[in-house]
Antibody, heavy 118, light 107 residues
Framework: EVQLVESGGGLVQPGRSMKLSCAAS????????MAWVRQAPKKGLEWVAS????????YYGDSVKGRFTISRDNAKSTLYLQMNSLRSEDTATYYC???????????WGQGVMVTVSS | DIQMTQSPASLSASLGETVSIECLAS??????LAWYQQKPGKSPQLLIY???SLQDGVPSRFSGSESGTQYSLEINSLQPEDEGDYFC?????????FGSGTKLEIK
């Protein structure tokens, strides 16, 4: 059974940093792209970032480019999102999701809440 | 960036009815269009991929179609469990983009 379990969220002050993790199981992690998708309270879905199979290619949404870094450890089947210079508008539930090149998100984690507030 | 214009923003329908949700892509995405359902407090679930392919385990009352850059999700014989939010998403190229969502209420 495919499982994606996010961790590392919580309350953080504006301008500070936070790192999210996503532990994957039930599939060969290195066979898939992985992504972070977020959803602000009562809002729609926003793709944040994706990373290729071995991590050689990364892609970012304009709203996080230069502040967030996506990475992966295939030996640990774990995806990461390093978030720096956090802003109030980064407040959202962050989902880890599996996809492939040209293939949509077929499995999602349960999500982790990040609240940026003083 | 590819813009996905989704409509309507909300709709209300009765049990057993058929509803349709539309997404218009700002450029050709060559059928790389997915539909997701999200219930309150839950993660999104993939319903349809490549515009019209049904994801495993999804009831056959859900179907997808396309006409040029216009994509549609149709739900036949509405059931109570179909209430929720629906989103389209293009997976043709980065940045990946979603439609703004449709809130479906079952009367």
């Amino acid at each position: 059974e495919v499982q994606l379990v996010e961790s590392g969220g919580g309350l953080v002050q504006p301008g500070r940093s936070m790192k999210l993790s996503c532990a994957a199981s039930g599939f060969t992690f290195s066979d898939y792209y992985m992504a972070w998708v977020r959803q602000a309270p009562k809002k729609g879905l926003e793709w944040v970032a994706s990373i290729s199979y071995e991590g050689s290619s990364t892609y970012y949404g304009d709203s996080v480019k230069g502040r967030f870094t996506i990475s992966r450890d295939n030996a640990k089947s774990t995806l990461y999102l390093q978030m720096n210079s956090l802003r109030s508008e980064d407040t959202a539930t962050y989902y880890c999701a599996r996809h492939a090149e040209g293939i949509p998100f077929d499995y999602w984690g349960q999500g982790v809440m990040v609240t940026v507030s003083s | 960036d590819i813009q996905m214009t989704q409509s309507p923003a909300s709709l209300s329908a009765s049990l057993g009815e058929t509803v349709s949700i539309e997404c218009l892509a700002s450029e050709d995405i060559y059928s790389n269009l997915a539909w997701y359902q999200q219930k309150p407090g839950k993660s999104p679930q993939l319903l349809i991929y490549y515009a019209s392919s049904l994801q495993d385990g999804v009831p056959s009352r859900f179907s997808g179609s396309e006409s040029g850059t216009q994509y549609s999700l149709e739900i036949n014989s509405l059931q109570p469990e179909d209430e929720g939010d629906y989103f389209c998403q293009q997976s043709y190229k980065f940045p990946l983009t979603f439609g703004s969502g449709t809130k479906l209420e079952i009367k």
